[in-house]
């Protein structure tokens, strides 16, 4: 959802937020939605039925009507579970790499070229499903582009931003042309650049990432 997900969603609350909840629902709720998030994988959406999703958990049906009440409310639940994910994964690569203005942006690029989230596969059934909202993609990719710009610059944002969700798309769809050796060097140019590199400097090919 690029890495890579319409990959959007509603700001997920933090723990912190919410200290009156209960213990108990939440993680089962999240179990819930991992597991929904495993069938669409395996089956598409299709796959994605009360039965199906019962079954696969030991939940009754009054137990998973009691938390998505309607398909409608688990297919938008399952979206902002699989944002989650593309979050939690961008989080832990920009956390990996030390301070610096490119931080956000080569932690996210990071993340997405090499599917940290490991829900890319999910992604594209859901895109397939037509269930993305388009304009709730429009302001999650917007909220991170933002996030990124704001050390890196547009320009080197907006760029190195392009390329890594175009290729995104484009394997998603099973559309690529690079094979895996001109992948890598790809990923070396577009992580050069978002750590500072200048464009002539990478097309001359003598930068190397860092």
Request: aromatic share 6%.
């Amino acid at each position: 959802m690029s890495a890579h997900a319409g990959r959007n969603a509603k700001p997920m609350s933090s723990v912190a937020e919410q200290p009156t909840k209960k213990r108990g629902r939440p993680s089962m709720k999240a179990a819930l939605l991992d597991a929904a998030l495993d069938l669409v994988a395996e089956g598409g959406v299709q796959a994605l039925t009360y039965e199906a999703l019962a079954e696969r958990t030991g939940a009754s049906k009054g137990g998973l009507l009691y938390h998505f009440p309607s398909k409608e409310a688990l297919f938008q639940e399952i979206t902002e579970q699989l944002i989650a994910r593309y979050r939690a994964a961008r989080q832990s690569a920009i956390e990996a790499l030390p301070a610096g203005p490119a931080r956000e942006l080569k932690g996210n690029t990071i993340a997405s070229l090499r599917n940290s989230s490991k829900s890319d596969n999910v992604s594209a059934k859901m895109m397939v499903s037509g269930l993305w909202d388009a304009e709730q993609g429009k302001k999650y990719r917007r909220a991170r582009f933002d996030e990124m710009s704001r050390g890196a610059g547009f320009n080197r944002t907006a760029v190195v931003y392009l390329a890594t969700e175009g290729l995104w798309f484009m394997e998603l769809a099973g559309r690529s042309p690079f094979t895996a050796e001109e992948r890598l060097k790809i990923e070396t140019i577009l992580l050069a650049l978002a750590d500072g590199a200048q464009i002539e400097t990478v097309l001359d090919g003598t930068t190397q990432d860092k």
